[in-house]
Structure formats: structure tokens, C-alpha cells
T-cell receptor
Framework: NAGVTQTPKFQVLKTGQSMTLQCAQD?????MSWYRQDPGMGLRLIHY???????DQGEVPNGYNVSRSTTEDFPLRLLSAAPSQTSVYFC??????????????FGSGTRLTVV | EDKVVQSPLSLVVHEGDTVTLNCSYE??????LLWYKQEKKAPTFLFML????IEKKSGRLSSILDKKELSSILNITATQTGDSAIYLC??????????FGAGTRLTVKP
């Protein structure tokens, strides 16, 4: 039972480069989301999806794109990396599409550094 | 503006002590309040509290939701070094909104 799998675990990018953080879950969860965690600021929602083909913006969406072509996968794309995007990124899923209020399963995180 | 505030930001205790962590919130259309424990990596789910379930207990951990005061506490009794972690509070509101507090870093010394 893999749960939520994130890759890569670590990444260093140069300013202006683009990349995709991968997230896959094998629990048939409807709801998936991406958070970033910065010291002193807690977890902040970037984008989320309530099902395949449906995505929406969270609290800090600028500079990031997402898509949800399948129930299992929810990749996060950084379009043109900036030092302000240095952070730890978590993917999280929940069984319920319309109400993610029952507890998330988190991936193990990706530590991204933009230089 | 919707917000979730946790206090204290950090706490150092000795094994055997009892600790109380606080979470207060201001959101529209409150749905749920959740507590997570974050050790080295991913947060793990502890409790969910809603209007229909305002108190939860699991072993040495317990949590209460006070809807009148718009707050929740997480109690840990007889603390152990394995309780050292960041404890996160999250509030679900509206349909799909979820906001996290900054967390409380608990250190339990032997």
C-alpha cells in the first residue's frame, strides 16, 4: 500500500528553469491538493482538484500550474522558477471530492531549492 | 480574512509533563477542525472535530472543540520523547477550503 508517492524528494533549480513535481496516489481518492510549507507560515494551499478533469486555485497559485487527467496523478508544474519558490512541497489526498474535511494522506514531500 | 492561529509557537517540556496546545480560528462556514503531527517529513492525521463530535481521545492525546470560543485544544498527558514534533491545526470551511495554522513545535526532553 503505497499511499501518496511524490517524486523527486530533493531538487535544485536555477532561476528561470521549469520543472514538474510528480504526485500519484493508489487509494482512489477523489480529492488531491498541493501545499507548500515555509518556516513560520504553516502549510499553504497552491492548487487542488476534486476529481479528474477538475482543478482550482488555492491560496498561493501564482507561478504554478496543475492538471488532473486521471484520478491517480496530480502533477505540479513550476513555469519559471524563482527563489521565492524555495520551499517544501507536499501533495495530499482525501477520499471525498467535495469535502476534504476528513483528514488528508500526505506524501513525503519534495524539498525544492531555487538558486 | 480567514485565519488559523496556533499558540504557543514552541514549547519545551520534560518527560511526564502534560501539555496543552491551542488553536483559534476565524473562518466563514466552519466545517471541521483537524490536528496533525509532523515529525521529520509528512504530517500524519490525529483527530477531526466537527459540530457533531466536539471531543476526541486516543491514548494520551485528547482534543476538544469549543465552537463558542472558535478554538480547540490538544492535550498530551505523560509526555514522552516520541511526542516531540510539530503539531498542526487545520480548519475546513466552505466547501473545499482548508487553512493550516503555523504549527506548535513541541520538544520533550528526557
Amino acid at each position: 500500500n503505497a499511499g501518496v508517492t511524490q517524486t523527486p524528494k530533493f531538487q535544485v533549480l536555477k532561476t528561470g528553469q521549469s520543472m514538474t513535481l510528480q504526485c500519484a496516489q493508489d487509494m482512489n481518492h477523489e480529492y488531491m491538493s498541493w501545499y507548500r510549507q515555509d518556516p513560520g507560515m504553516g502549510l499553504r494551499l497552491i492548487h487542488y482538484s476534486v476529481g479528474a478533469g477538475i482543478t482550482d486555485q488555492g491560496e498561493v497559485p501564482n507561478g504554478y500550474n496543475v492538471s488532473r487527467s486521471t484520478t491517480e496523478d496530480f502533477p505540479l508544474r513550476l513555469l519559471s522558477a524563482a527563489p521565492s519558490q524555495t520551499s517544501v512541497y507536499f501533495c495530499a489526498s482525501s477520499p471525498y471530492g467535495q469535502a476534504p474535511h476528513y483528514g488528508y494522506t500526505f506524501g513525503s514531500g519534495t524539498r525544492l531549492t531555487v538558486v | 480574512e480567514d485565519k488559523v492561529v496556533q499558540s504557543p509557537l514552541s514549547l519545551v517540556v520534560h518527560e511526564g509533563d502534560t501539555v496543552t496546545l491551542n488553536c483559534s480560528y476565524e473562518v466563514t462556514n466552519f466545517r471541521s477542525l483537524l490536528w496533525y503531527k509532523q515529525e521529520k517529513k509528512a504530517p500524519t492525521f490525529l483527530f477531526m472535530l466537527t459540530s457533531s463530535g466536539i471531543e476526541k481521545k486516543s491514548g494520551r492525546l485528547s482534543s476538544i472543540l469549543d465552537k463558542k470560543e472558535l478554538s480547540s485544544i490538544l492535550n498530551i498527558t505523560a509526555t514522552q520523547t516520541g511526542d516531540s514534533a510539530i503539531y498542526l491545526c487545520a480548519v475546513g470551511y466552505n466547501n473545499n477550503d482548508m487553512r493550516f495554522g503555523a504549527g506548535t513545535r513541541l520538544t520533550v526532553k528526557p
